[in-house]
């Protein structure tokens, strides 16, 4: 093992248990230590300055920098946190110094014992971002406030039939009394016969023979819908007609020459617009019939005079501004062509249209009056500008178009609740506002076993809330603890001795344990492994070879020279001479001393034709296969016969 210096020993022990602090714990060690620094100078925030912190991320930052800093960033009247881009709206140069909760205004210096830039009274800030109605209890701190360790207000169950309590911070999903629910369900008429539940009821499964309101559809058996209250209150929900078509009421009103233009409805059609009794002005409302003609009026088929001025009557768009510009007509006044300026859900950016595209289903792809657009705006919409995918040199002509609901490009930067991720919303409707953070926290709990089940948050974990109903023991049984027992406690710690017997046969020295036994220190005599003999000492009863440490002086593979190595175990290696032996043909063998025959020589040999002239390398093993002399080749033959030549005519000349 590795020998670590003292001061590095406390450093890592220290590390070790800081692993687990919560945002809250860490700021305040490094407040107290001198470690923390500020985001916009890096320079250490001492005890003694004056400073600033963020309402959503705690950060803490010198009061002269978040100045500075508020001061150069201001846009619109707003300026952001240097840390998590938060917006505040408040001036930046009113800012004033205060302890942490906010009650004491310009707190003194740290004492040395209490953390810097707190008041030392109570805290009791609303806990942001949870429904908790308790005011923090612990001393002015740095960070977010600790969970709630109070009980939560009454709670009622899915039905609301009775209250119970949790902790004020533990998550809680609801209950289920598990009597009948008995809510009213939609229909307004039958009530619920599910056990109590979470939701919203089932849909009302009673049918009985209905038919609509205006009677074009035959009656059939249709699921329960209670029908609207009559005046007099004597319908049932047994009335056939209970439910509206949707098609249009067309019965003749009591004129009689028109019909109803009216969906499917219930009660008695309403009376004709055009009645000479209920129109007494022009279309437009602003002159009396009797000072645009003698005539009166006696049918509702009679045309209505008009008047020479403008409608202006208000348009169907609802804008208050935007008025009809035709001169006075009768019916609608159709739809609204006036330019109408409308903002991207996060209302950064703003495009003008006419004002009837407003109302267009979603996906629908209007035109927007360029003529009126800034050319950063067509790029933002149309993904070119500096925030979307690539730089555009011109508004293309596809910029001119934008797809309902408008949406820009840019992303929200804010950071969440809980201090760790950012929105990342693009054209966030929260843009400005508090973000609360949707996802699991799903953290390691100090269980080891589960993991947080409760809202991504700040600071530490819950204590895991799972138990067990079994008593838990050691091993052998004697020692245990009784339930209830909370998650990830460990098996008691058992005094007696382990009882598990050894193949050895030797008793246990140690305590009970759950994993496997330790191997057996015994000091006993053993065998050689090698030699069977008994050796001098003893040895530890859990090694399986013993050696006698004697020379091994085995015979080796060649049955000619024996082992030199010390005793060991398992077979001994080869031979490591060469051997001795001469072959037959007088080379010596050159191979590992070996047993048996020597195998054939593989010496080098040269062998000849009888001139000498041709000559071949072969092994002298192989020496037996070939003739005493090779063949003589051609040029043996040529050179002999043209050495007889001049012997012969010697010859022939005597």
């Known amino acids: 093992m590795a020998f670590i210096p003292p001061h590095l020993r406390k450093q890592k022990e220290e590390e070790a248990m800081e692993d687990g602090l919560g945002l809250k714990e860490r700021m305040s060690r490094d407040l107290e230590r001198g470690k ?49 881009q938060s917006l505040y709206t408040e001036n930046p140069s009113t800012l004033t110094y205060s302890c942490f909760c906010k009650k004491s205004k310009n707190p003194p210096a740290g004492d040395g014992y209490s953390t810097p830039h707190t008041c030392g009274m109570k805290c009791e800030r609303m806990r942001n971002g949870t429904s908790c109605p308790h005011p923090c209890g612990s001393l002015c701190h740095p960070g977010p406030c600790p969970p709630c360790t109070l009980s939560s207000p009454p709670k009622n169950c899915f039905c609301g ?22 809510k009213l369900l939609s229909c307004g008429v039958h009530h619920c016969k599910d056990t109590c539940h979470s939701g919203d009821c089932s849909p009302c ?41 949707s098609e249009l009421c067309g019965k003749t009103l009591k004129c009689g020459a028109h019909k109803c233009a009216l969906p499917c409805h219930f009660g008695d059609c309403h009376d004709c617009e055009r009645d000479p009794a209920l129109v007494s002005k022009c279309p437009c409302n602003k002159t009396l019939l009797a000072a645009l003609s003698d005539t009166t009026r006696v049918k509702c088929t ?7 001025q403008i409608c202006k009557k208000p348009m169907s768009c609802g804008v208050s501004s935007h008025l009809c510009d035709k001169p006075c007509h009768e019916g609608a006044c159709g739809e ?22 407003r109302q267009k289903p979603p996906g629908t792809s209007v035109s927007l009056i360029v003529e009126n657009v800034k050319k950063e705006e067509l790029d933002i919409f149309s993904g070119t500008g500096k925030k979307g995918r690539g730089k555009a040199k011109k508004p293309s002509t596809a910029a001119a178009t934008v797809t309902l609901p408008f949406t820009c490009m840019s992303k929200c930067t804010a950071k969440k609740t809980c201090g760790k991720h950012t929105c990342n919303t693009v054209c966030c409707p929260d843009k400005g506002h508090i973000h609360s953070c949707s996802l699991p926290c799903n953290r390691q709990l100090p269980c080891g076993r589960h993991r947080c089940e409760a809202g991504c948050h700040t600071g530490s974990c819950p204590p895991c809330l799972q138990g067990g109903f079994t008593e838990l023991s050691c091993r052998c049984g004697s020692t245990f603890i009784e339930p209830p027992i909370p998650c990830g406690t460990e098996p008691p710690a058992c005094p007696l001795m382990c009882r598990i017997p050894r193949p050895c046969g030797h008793p246990a020295h140690h305590k009970c344990h759950f994993e496997d036994c330790p191997p057996c220190t015994v000091m006993v005599n053993k065998r050689c492994a090698s030699h069977n003999s008994w050796c001098d000492w003893l040895s530890p009863c859990h090694v399986p070879v013993v050696t006698c440490r004697n020379m091994c002086r085995k015979p080796l593979s060649c049955a000619k020279h024996f082992c030199n190595r010390q005793c060991h175990s398992g077979p001994c ?63 043996c033959k040529s050179i002999e016969a043209t050495a007889r030549q001049p012997a012969a005519e010697k010859t022939a000349v005597q």
């Not at 023979?209 to 029908?227: D, H, L, N, Y």
Request: charged share 25%; hydrophobic share 20%.
């Open 36 to 84: 923390y620094d500020c985001c916009v100078c890096v320079e250490v925030v001492r005890s003694a300055d004056a400073v600033w912190g963020c309402d959503v991320c705690y950060g803490v930052v010198h009061l002269d920098c978040v100045k500075m800093w508020g001061k150069q960033s201001s846009e619109g009247g707003t300026w952001r946190c240097p840390k998590c």
């Open 161 to 182: 039939k009775i209250t119970y309590h949790t902790g004020c911070s533990d998550p809680d999903k609801g209950r289920s009394c598990g009597e009948t629910c008995n």
């Open 205 to 245: 499964e009673e049918e009985f023979e209905q038919s609509c309101f205006c009677g074009k559809i035959p009656s059939t058996v249709r699921p329960c819908k209670a029908p609207p209250a009559s005046p007099d209150k004597t319908e049932t929900p047994s009335t056939p007609c209970t439910y509206s078509c």
């Open 302 to 308: 009679d045309p209505i005079p008009t008047c020479r």
């Open 336 to 357: 609204c062509t006036q330019p109408a300026m409308i903002r991207c859900k996060c209302g950064g950016k703003q495009v003008r249209m006419r004002c009837d595209d």
């Open 573 to 635: 290696t080869d031979c490591p001479l060469l051997c001795s032996v001469p072959n037959p043909c007088g080379h010596p063998c050159n191979t590992s001393c070996h047993a048996g025959p020597c195998p054939p020589c593989c010496q080098d040999i040269l062998i000849m034709c009888k001139c000498g002239r041709v000559h071949k390398n072969i092994k002298c093993g192989e020496r037996e296969s070939y003739p005493p002399f090779l063949e003589c080749g051609d040029a």
